[in-house]
């Protein structure tokens, strides 16, 4: 079976870096989360009044209950 003392010199070094990248990852998925989240946020509340926002400036100009009523 396979030891898991360190070998010699060297193994306080690489430690410290080792805890020092996990801190650092944990960080980056923290961030990532909380970005996917409030990007989807804002995709799923923002789309219906994007599409009304470009339906408006369209030529022709229609009016707004014209985009919202299924013709």
């Known amino acids: 079976m ?3 003392r360190g070998k010699g ?3 306080k ?4 870096v080792l805890e020092e990248e996990e801190s650092v990852l ?3 998925n923290a961030w990532t ?3 996917l989240k409030k990007a989807k946020g804002i995709a799923h509340y923002g789309f219906i009044p994007l599409v009304i926002i ?3 400036n369209s030529e022709p100009k229609p ?3 014209q985009l ?3 013709v």
């Open 2 to 4: 396979a030891s898991n």
């Open 9 to 11: 010199k060297g193994t």
């Open 13 to 16: 070094g690489s430690k410290g």
């Open 26 to 28: 944990k960080r980056v």
């Open 33 to 35: 989360n909380w970005t």
């Open 54 to 56: 470009i339906g408006m």
């Open 63 to 65: 009016h707004l209950y």
């Open 68 to 70: 919202l009523t299924p």
